[in-house]
Nanobody, 123 residues
Framework: QVQLVESGGGLVQVGGSLRLSCAASGRTFSGYAMGWFRQTPGKERELVAAISWSGTLTYYPSSVKGRFTISRDNAKNTVYLQMNSLKPEDTAVYYC????????????????WGQGTQVTVSS
């Protein structure tokens, strides 16, 4: 059974930093891209970062570019999201996802999803 388990969420003040982790298990993820999405109540799920299997391709929307950094450790089947200069509008549930199609993330498509971790930025 495939599992994506996120960790590292929590409460942080404006301007602070958090590092999210997502550990994948249950199958081989060779060739899979990984991404992070976020969602707030009443809004669609938003892609905030994606990285290809090799790490040579990354994607960030303008809302987080320059503040968020995605990275991965394929030996550990783990993807990270370093979030700096956090703003109240970054408050959301953050989901890890994985897919064979890197570009599919732009259509909010993923093969597997994690359960999510809450990030709250207080002002």
């Amino acid at each position: 059974q495939v599992q994506l388990v996120e960790s590292g969420g929590g409460l942080v003040q404006v301007g602070g930093s958090l590092r999210l982790s997502c550990a994948a298990s249950g199958r081989t993820f060779s060739g899979y891209a990984m991404g992070w999405f976020r969602q707030t109540p009443g809004k669609e799920r938003e892609l905030v970062a994606a990285i290809s299997w090799s790490g040579t391709l990354t994607y960030y929307p303008s809302s987080v570019k320059g503040r968020f950094t995605i990275s991965r450790d394929n030996a550990k089947n783990t993807v990270y999201l370093q979030m700096n200069s956090l703003k109240p509008e970054d408050t959301a549930v953050y989901y890890c996802a994985t897919a064979l199609d890197f570009y599919g993330f732009r259509r909010s498509y993923a093969d597997y999803w994690g359960q999510g971790t809450q990030v709250t930025v207080s002002s």
